[in-house]
């Protein structure tokens, strides 16, 4: 509603003729002296006094209306107003005719005004009052414009905020400090299936599962307590359908804020994520118990030896009685107080475990030991297995090794060779004297020239002679066990070697044809008799295990023409399963099949043959398919072409 006016006079002006009827002139001058607009109407409508407020407000937004609307009917202006100021005109017209009635003595209205600058606003306040018994009203008009950019703008504030609330994809309450919940957002409604206004009111304890209270209440205890205390609180809360949820909590006591004088909380679901930690927390568990239970020790550590895990019996394994001593302790340490011997009785160091292997080699590893306690010399067997963790990238992260004790069997199988040692050694001197005594009874029957005792006497010398040999690779085993299996090595012709021991082997078997094959003459750096007797296990093995074909290939070449040499012996006989191909150089081991169970042996030759070959650097392997045939070679690197 446009306000007029001009710039002439304001009320202590004596311009206006019936002003003075109504008003004294001290109150003039105060009404003067006030920023409000001020107009005196009279009960037609007719402006009889303006202040300089009203007047000033007219000036500069230049509104022609003589006299700043004095003698104007304020009541017609307002009713013939068109546009955007109409329906408030109206308004205040309306209100005004029935105070001229008398029907109303005050009305109020906040209004728009436009003026060529900017929308201003006005709160208009119009008061009855009367003089002389004549009724007049007083309309004063505040401009509020600031006032209500700055509520707009505060109110536009509280509206982006509420929606960044709503929009928020975290839950949102604020409570008192009985925890009456005043607000929550829509989050409410997606976590527990419930509205907002049902929320609205309610105690935010009452849906808190009841194990949880305890906990939640002390918790709020503790927020009240402190204004501006924040705290993060977990627990579960009941679904409109009965199910319960984790949430998280992150609750702040802003009571003592003026602005705010409440309790805030932010939260969000976290049961999916607190399922999975309490499946991982069971695993864990589990296999914390199991690991514990287990009989062997498992140990894991990073590539620097950082412990990362020790089981019980690892502790028990390395002596720990507490597992405070291994908690990020190194492996270097924890075993600093033994010695570290392989399966030779050699001390190797702790990069020669296998667990350091996996991470060179990425790859599982495995390995005999023993711990030798430095001081009281206690030794304990271990065979260790170890495998590496790998990162996504594939690198090794840590390594597991399990420590399986094999101190009893070690013990056990040390008291066996103790006892083959022994029984070999007590068996070789009477079989001594047997030969001697067999020699001389040879000579003297020869003399008496019969013929069939001497028969006789030959058939019991080559059965000594096999027990001779049995004896002795006994007594091998025994030296190979104890580390003292010593070579006296010489150069040597190897063809002549080879051709020597098939002629030698020939002459014992009708049956088989040894041809031999040379690709080269080779001078080797060995111990002659014991690649002799190497030559000769894999003959006569050629020949057991081939009894129904005939041939059987010595070949001498150079792999690749590599420095040294390679002998190989073929048959085409039995042949042998590759799951056996391994294990057949390992004590004691032999094919229990049907077909191998009538010929004689103790499994001991190739694990001879096999510790002679490795202890000249060299190494021997075989290749081979049931039912046709095997190849045994072995390979001597310290060797050279003549
Ligand atoms: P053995 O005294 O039993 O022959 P070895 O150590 O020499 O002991 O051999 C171990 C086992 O390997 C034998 O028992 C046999 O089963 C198998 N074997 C060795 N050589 C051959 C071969 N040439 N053909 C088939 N099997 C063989």
């Known amino acids: 509603m446009p306000i007029f006016y001009d710039e002439t006079h304001s009320f202590s002006d004596q311009q206006q003729s019936s002003a003075h009827v109504v008003v004294y002139e001290p109150l003039m001058k105060a009404i003067d002296g006030l920023t409000a607009h001020i107009a005196i109407i009279?009960?037609?409508?007719?402006?009889?006094?303006?202040?300089?407020?009203?007047?000033?407000?007219?000036?500069?937004?230049?509104?022609r209306m003589p006299n700043a609307g004095v003698g104007s009917n304020y009541l017609q202006i307002c009713e013939q107003t068109f546009?955007?100021?109409?329906?408030?005109?109206?308004?205040?017209?309306?209100?005004l005719r029935a105070m001229t009635v008398n029907a109303q003595d005050s009305f109020s209205l906040e209004y728009p005004c436009a003026t060529p600058q900017r929308l201003l606003w006005f709160d208009m306040h119009a008061t009855r009052f009367e003089a002389n018994n004549t009724p007049y009203i007083l309309i004063a008009h505040e401009n509020i414009t600031e006032r209500k950019y700055m509520e707009m703008h505060l109110q536009e504030q509280a509206r982006r905020f509420r929606e960044l609330i709503e929009k928020n994809s975290d839950g949102f309450a604020i409570m008192d400090a009985n925890a009456t919940i005043h607000y929550e957002n829509s989050y409410v409604t997606r976590l527990l299936g419930y509205s907002m206004e049902e929320r609205a009111k309610h105690n935010a304890f009452e849906l808190v599962h009841p194990d949880d209270l305890a906990y939640t209440k002390e918790q709020w205890q503790q927020i009240l307590a402190e204004p501006g205390k924040n705290l993060r609180v977990q627990f579960r809360i009941r679904h409109h359908n009965g199910s319960w949820r984790w949430v998280e909590g992150n609750v702040i006591n802003l009571l003592n804020d003026p602005t705010i004088g409440m309790v805030i909380s932010s939260y969000r679901d976290i049961t999916e994520s607190k399922h999975a930690e309490e499946e991982l927390y069971l695993a864990k568990n589990q296999l914390e118990t199991i690991l514990q239970g287990i009989a062997d020790g498992v140990v894991v550590h990073d590539s620097a030896g950082k412990l990362y895990y020790v089981n019980t019996m690892a502790m028990t394994m390395i002596g720990c009685t507490s597992p405070a001593p291994i908690a990020g302790a190194s492996l270097e340490n924890v075993l600093s107080q033994f010695d570290i011997l392989n399966e030779e009785g050699q001390i190797i160091s702790i990069s020669d475990l296998p667990s350091w292997h996996v991470f060179t080699k990425k790859t599982p590893a495995k390995a005999t030991i023993s711990l030798v306690h430095k001081i009281t010399k206690e030794q304990h067997w271990?065979?260790?297995?170890?495998?590496?963790?790998?990162?996504?990238?594939g690198q090794v992260l840590l390594a597991v090794c399990i420590m399986h004790d094999m101190t009893e069997e070690k013990i056990l199988e040390q008291r066996k060779d103790e006892f083959i040692s022994m029984a070999s050694h007590e068996l070789k001197t009477p079989l001594t004297s047997l030969k001697?005594?067999?020699?001389?009874?040879?000579?003297?029957?020869?003399?008496?020239?019969?013929?069939q005792y001497l028969q006789h006497l030959v058939r019991i010398d080559g059965q000594i002679n096999t027990l001779t040999d049995l004896i002795n690779d006994l007594l091998d085993i025994s030296r190979i066990q104890a580390g003292k299996l010593i070579l006296r090595k010489e150069d040597?012709?190897?063809?002549?070697?080879?051709?020597?021991?098939?002629?030698?082997?020939?002459?014992?078997?009708?049956?088989?044809?040894?041809?031999l094959q040379e690709y080269g003459h080779y001078i080797v750096m060995g111990d002659k008799n014991r690649i002799g007797q190497v030559i000769i296990n894999l003959l006569t093995n050629a020949i057991k295990y081939s009894p129904n074909t005939n041939k059987v290939i010595v070949s001498i070449t150079a792999p690749n023409h590599t420095p040294g040499v390679q002998v190989s012996v073929q048959d085409f006989g039995i042949g042998i399963a590759s799951e056996h191909q391994q294990k057949i150089f390992e004590r004691f081991y032999q094919i229990m099949e049907p077909t191998e169970r009538t010929v004689p042996g103790l499994g001991i030759g190739l694990y001879i043959s096999s510790e002679i070959i490795r202890r000249h650097g060299g190494r021997i392997w075989v290749t081979s398919q049931k039912g046709e045939g095997s190849t045994f070679s072995f390979f001597l690197p310290d060797a050279h072409k003549v």
């Open 42 to 63: 009279d009960i037609q409508g007719t402006i009889i006094a303006v202040n300089r407020a009203w007047r000033h407000f007219a000036e500069i937004q230049n509104l």
């Open 83 to 95: 546009g955007r100021d109409q329906a408030a005109a109206y308004e205040v017209a309306a209100n």
């Open 382 to 393: 271990q065979a260790i297995q170890a495998s590496p963790i790998l990162d996504e990238q």
């Open 436 to 451: 001697i005594l067999i020699g001389i009874l040879e000579r003297r029957i020869a003399k008496q020239k019969d013929e």
């Open 492 to 515: 040597f012709d190897i063809n002549t070697l080879v051709q020597e021991t098939i002629e030698n082997i020939q002459a014992t078997t009708q049956n088989h044809a040894i041809r």
